[in-house]
Every structure is written in C-alpha cells, then in structure tokens.
C-alpha cells in the first residue's frame, strides 16, 4: 500500500470537490446576475463554520462519550499515551462511549483539539494487540487531520441540495431556476458520492499508519474481524445509536453481517481472533466480487476483505 498514492489520491478529490462548489456558483452568477452568488457564497461559509465548531460536540452527545483520566482507565489510557508519543501528536483527550456496539472513533477541530474514544462494548472484547492496533488506526486519523477534511467536505452535498430545493420551487427566473434546480441535484448526488470515496480513502490510510506505529498489520486485521464479528450479535435497537456517526467509526456497523460472512473463513482455528497466519494465507485466497466493488461505492468505509488484504501487503 503506497502512502503516496493515498495522499495523491485524496488530494486530487479534495480538490475537485472544492472545484464542484466554485464552479456551481460561478455559474449561477452567469445565469443570474454576477451579485446574486456573493450571500449564497457567504451562507456556504457559514455553513462550514458552523459544523466546523459544534461537529465535535454533537459526536459528543450523539456517542455518549465521557472523558477519563489515567486512573479511570490505566490501560486504555497508557496505551494511547504511548501512541500519541510515537505518532508525534499532542495528547488528545481519552474518551469511552457508554454504547455496547464494539467500535472506535477520532475527532475534533485540529491535533491539539484531538479526542480518541473508545465504545464499553470495544474494550469488553478486544486483547492488548488488538486494542492497541484500533487505537493506533484512530490517532492516526488525528495525526493526518483527515476528520477535518471530512467534516468540512460533508458540507457541500448538503449546500447542494440547498441550492436544489431552494430553486425547484421558482427562485429567480423560471427556466434558469429549474437548469440550477436540476445541476444542483446531480451535483448532490456526486458530491455524495466523492465524500464516500474520500472516507474510504482516509481508512486506509489510517490503517496504514496504525501499522507504522505498532508494526503488527495482523493485529488490526484481527481487531477489523472482532468487531464485525461481535457487531453481528449487537440488538438493532442499538446499532441504530451509531447510525449518525458511523463515518467516524473504525468499522461500518451497518454492513457488519455482510462482512463477517466474507472474514469467517480467515479465523481458520475459529477462535474469534487472527494471527499472521491466519490472515497471509485469507489474502492469498480471498477475492472481492465485482458486486462487492459496486456496493463499495455507496459505502464509507473500504470493503473489508480488500482491507484485510491491505494490511497483509504491508510489509
């Protein structure tokens, strides 16, 4: 897995979306007036802002996250101590979340805004290698600042969509409004679609710094098949906790069952775990589907066997 061509690819995306919204103004200000665009520019803004400084703290409300200190918890907290040391980052503020969906999630408004919080059912249900493995997958979401990135990208489809509701209904002159009304909704869903591909991009990454900092691929392959697998046996009523926030989440809860059909065949010993073996030999037989690649596209987070075969790249 090459880092650069992650970065590349990333980057390209980010700036074509930021092209998407320029260009969609630009062009309504040719279709209506040059001054028209400057308060839609300027409420786009706000918009951005806005998500920018109460994003962190709906994750709060939404996840039921409360802050610990080391003696709350001496090893969740040592561990990402450690980590944060190794990945050159400030310490950010150690969070569980009191939801039984076993999963991690990373955000806040900059590094030394950091929070990395973990589920109680996480903490139930991973070892150290695997706990340590997630853990490292999530500072380095904060160490390459892409939960920033994300947030402030999500914003644009809905200013899409905006923009479509607002001109379906005549705003402006009538054949100018319904070709803005109908760009605008093909716009949304692109741009929905870019943001998707955008978070897939960013969980490898991630992934690939998680190994950087422990030096165990397996470890999290491990960890990725403990949460499907456990995610599987979690009542829907609370699956739908973490519905809202799942972007942010280590693993995509709502594709769990799909998932760990595929992942079963790696856990040869059946022991709920996998170790370098293990998870060699399920890269070297494992192949996704081109149905698999097609629902990936819809999805925020990578297919899981083309994840685990990743990982098990890295060398």
């Not at 969740?76 to 939801?99: C, F, T």
């Not at 599987?232 to 799942?246: F, M, N, P, Q, S």
């Not at 799909?258 to 059946?270: H, I, K, Q, T, W």
């Not at 170790?275 to 037989?285: G, L, N, S, T």
Request: with cysteine; hydrophobic share 45%.
């Amino acid at each position: 897995m090459s880092t650069l061509w992650l970065h590349t690819r990333l980057a390209i995306a980010i700036a074509i979306m930021f092209a998407i919204i320029y260009g969609f103004i630009t062009l309504i200000a040719y279709l209506l007036g040059f001054a028209y665009p400057v308060p839609l520019a300027i409420f786009a803004f706000l918009i951005m802002l806005i998500q920018y400084i109460t994003g962190p703290k709906m994750v709060e409300m939404s996840m039921r996250v409360r802050y610990i200190k080391r003696e709350d918890n001496p090893r969740l907290y040592d561990m990402v101590e450690r980590l944060s040391n190794a990945a050159g980052i400030p310490m950010p503020r150690v969070g569980i979340s009191q939801i039984q969906v076993p999963n991690a999630f990373a955000f806040g408004r900059s590094r030394k805004d950091g929070r990395v919080c973990v589920t109680l059912g996480l903490l139930k249900r991973l070892n150290d290698e695997e706990l340590e493995a997630v853990l490292g997958h999530e500072l380095s979401h904060l160490r390459h600042r892409d939960m920033v990135v994300i947030t402030t990208l999500s914003v644009i489809p809905l200013i899409c969509y905006f923009i479509f509701w607002s001109f379906l209904w005549g705003r402006g002159r009538r054949d100018e409004g319904a070709v803005i009304a109908l760009i605008a909704f093909f716009l949304y869903m692109l741009t929905n679609l870019i943001v998707l591909y955008v978070s897939r991009i960013r969980e490898y990454y991630a992934d690939y710094g998680s190994v950087e900092l422990t030096g165990k691929p397996y470890a999290l392959a491990s960890a990725l098949y403990r949460i499907t697998l456990d995610t599987t046996r979690i009542d829907e009523k609370e699956l739908k906790k973490v519905e809202g926030a799942k972007a942010f989440l280590a693993t995509d809860p709502s594709t769990a069952r799909r998932d760990v059909s595929d992942l079963r065949e790696a856990d040869m010993n059946l022991d709920g775990h996998l170790d370098m073996y293990e998870v060699e030999r399920f890269a070297e037989r494992a192949k996704v589907t081109t149905a698999d690649k097609i629902l990936e596209i819809f999805s925020s987070h990578p297919n899981m066997v083309e994840r685990v075969k990743k990982l098990a790249s890295i060398k």
